[in-house]
């Protein structure tokens, strides 16, 4: 709220203006001024996947209030209930308005798990996702803004990152260390920055050829302040892009890792270890694989559509 | 030529140096491996019993070097739970992942490249939006999650397939194709992206203006040049394969590397997992060095860019 109001009042003191948070809203104001409203909301991709990401975000956040049941009580009478389509097409009398998605082998309602499994791969994935996006960030716009032998050593420490095999790497770590969600977000956090620095360094290499960075160069601004105050703004876009690339893929790598059995630890509702323990049930109950499974293939591709829709937004002209 | 290949290589050497160090410092400095081999249940003197028997009472940097100079020998050590030398036990599992990437790779491309060059001939009609549906599709896929579609549909619905093993060739098609696919998206729009930069380029105009026929247009002189990156990417993605195999491994009880690296993980066997972390490293050191190679030969740009 307090942003919008800014371009009312241009006329602020030079003390004011010259803090650093002062300028940080004005920008913001003028982001949200110039932001394609109009062509964004004809994005169907996008919106699609903003839609979606914001539900089920809604959900994770209220999934205490709003689940049927609770995901870890087991009701031992009520195991294996098929979800309620299976009254309508196969006529199976088990399943029942109260467990709307049926229940898994130890009689846990499905659909609650599937809410509170929401909040473990969103913040899993957003976390390890800011935290490979700072590491990532500050490696790329080193490389792209000191150039010479500080680039060279980013690039050896990224074709490092790259030969290390995520997956293996992440088991290791965590069978090892424990499995612990703070411990796979940071393992996800510390193997995922190689596409920030790479993308970062190309779009601080381009940003720091332009005028306004000689200029500010020119005045004799430091280099912190330049790349603080005129690089870090305009490689913001591609950032958030990354993030939405890198969130995507540590939702699935924590996935994999749980259902692995080295991720989230049971009795925890992650959906990669429902995947996993409804793996022994696949001949007779496939709907406790394609639930989850769909589940985690809309979250994931609500966050690629959305960040394809802010790719596009933000760079009219330069699709690849 | 010859400068930007020296660099490449002296690159491709420090990068597996780092690497050994690395997968050797993620088992022996980041942890204490005696306690890791004890288990939880073990009291003080077990692993002290432990860690004199496996000499982890010297300091790491002794261990490291013993360890690297018999790397270098090709000696990786010995595994701590089959008793035998850990180049074997490797060797032994190495042909089966080599093949199912193999597989996965050919899948990949061979789906990819028809794709992408035929939403490329049609931009934005129903056949490249099509394509790039399933492109998006591809990539939020749960590779396991497709593994496990697979086999609720071919093994459990129509039973066409094993669900697990690999006693005859069929058993290597729902991996390959549940591995493959991944890479697939990837493939696809960087030949789409490729043909559609070459089709603008003046020598097309050229071939196609001497009266050549459309498809030797289309093959000969475009996707010669178009396919150069999806070549170099897919050896890229044949070293990320190596990686991600371990949970198609799993999944289909594939006796290869990937199977064995969880396994020995569960096993804290470490010996054998730090030789998988070395192994795969430096098949994918060696497939970008070969690509980047192969590229700056065949394409001049690169190396001077």
Redesign the interface.
């Given at each position: 709220m307090h942003s919008l109001q800014i371009p009312m009042a241009p006329e602020a003191s030079m003390a004011e203006a010259q803090s650093r948070w002062w300028l940080l809203l004005r920008r913001a104001a003028v982001v949200l001024r110039q932001w394609p409203w109009r062509r964004m909301s004809r994005n169907g991709g996008f919106m699609f996947g903003l839609v979606v990401l914001l539900s089920i975000a809604a959900i994770a956040a209220l999934a205490p209030w709003i689940a049927p049941h609770d995901p870890l009580v087991q009701d031992i009478a009520n195991r294996r209930v098929p979800p309620i389509w299976y009254q309508w097409f196969s006529e199976d009398s088990n399943a029942s308005w109260a467990h709307v998605l049926g229940t898994d082998k130890l009689g846990r309602d499905y659909l609650s798990r599937l809410m509170h499994g929401a909040r473990i791969s969103l913040s899993i994935g957003f976390s390890a996702a800011l935290i490979s996006g700072i590491i990532g960030t500050v490696l790329g716009v080193c490389a792209g803004y000191f150039g010479g032998r500080v680039d060279a050593l980013v690039s050896?420490i990224v074709?490092?990152r790259?030969?290390?095999?995520?997956?293996?790497?992440a088991?290791?770590?965590v069978?090892?260390?424990g499995s612990s969600l703070p411990v796979l977000i940071l393992v996800l956090g510390l193997l995922l920055w190689d596409r920030f620095a790479v993308v970062m360094r190309s779009v601080t290499r381009q940003v720091a050829s332009l005028e306004y960075v000689t200029a500010a160069r020119a005045i004799g601004c430091s280099t912190l302040r330049i790349i603080l105050t005129e690089i870090l703004p305009n490689v913001m876009n591609a950032f958030i892009v990354i993030v939405t690339i890198e969130m995507?893929n540590a939702i699935?790598f924590e996935?994999?890792l749980s259902?692995?059995?080295?991720g989230v630890q049971p009795p925890s509702p992650s959906w990669?270890l429902m995947?996993a323990e409804a793996?022994e049930d696949?001949?007779f109950s496939?709907w406790m694989?394609?639930i989850p499974?769909t589940a985690?293939?809309?979250l994931?591709?609500a966050i690629?559509?959305f960040g394809d829709g802010i790719r596009d937004l933000t760079a009219p002209k330069g699709r690849? | 030529m010859w400068m930007y290949s020296f660099k490449r290589v002296l690159m491709g050497v420090c990068v597996m140096f780092a690497i050994s160090m690395l997968s050797f410092g993620l088992t022996n400095a980041a942890t204490d491996p005696a306690q890791a081999i004890a288990g939880s249940g073990a009291t003080a003197a077990d692993i002290e019993a432990i860690r004199l028997a496996y000499g982890f009472d010297k300091p790491v940097v002794t261990r490291y070097v013993t360890w690297l100079r018999g790397a270098l020998n090709g000696d990786l050590g010995e595994s701590y739970r089959q008793k035998r030398s850990v180049v074997s036990v490797i060797m032994e599992r190495l042909p089966v992942t080599m093949i199912l990437g193999g597989l996965a790779l050919c899948f990949a491309l061979m789906l990819s490249i028809p794709l992408g060059i035929f939403a490329a001939l049609h931009p934005n009609t129903w056949v490249d939006r099509i394509s790039m549906a399933l492109a998006l599709v591809g990539q939020a896929m749960p590779t396991f999650w497709f593994a496990l579609l697979g086999i609720v549909v071919f093994s459990v619905g129509l039973g066409w397939l094993p669900a697990s093993g690999v006693s005859d060739w069929r058993g290597y098609v729902l991996p390959a194709m549940a591995l493959g696919y991944y890479a697939t998206p990837t493939l696809m729009r960087l030949t789409r992206s490729g043909m559609l930069e070459v089709l603008e380029a003046d020598y097309i105009r050229t071939a196609r203006a001497k009266g050549l026929s459309r498809s030797t247009v289309v093959v000969k002189h475009a996707l010669r040049n178009a396919v150069l990156p999806v070549v170099s990417v897919a050896a890229v993605q044949f070293g990320y394969m190596l990686g991600g195999s371990v949970v198609i491994e799993t999944i289909f009880a594939l006796p290869g590397v990937g199977y064995l690296a969880w396994e020995s993980i569960s096993l804290a066997d470490l010996p054998v997992v730090q030789a998988i972390l070395l192994v795969v490293a430096v098949i994918y050191v060696l497939l970008t060095l070969a690509s980047d190679i192969l590229n700056a030969w065949l394409d001049p740009r690169v190396r001077f860019a």
């Open positions: 050896f074709t490092t790259l030969a290390l095999p995520v997956v293996l790497v088991l290791a770590i069978a090892l260390h995507a699935l996935a994999a259902f692995l059995g080295l990669g995947l793996k696949i001949f496939p694989i394609t499974g985690l293939f809309v994931v591709l690629n559509l690849s | -």
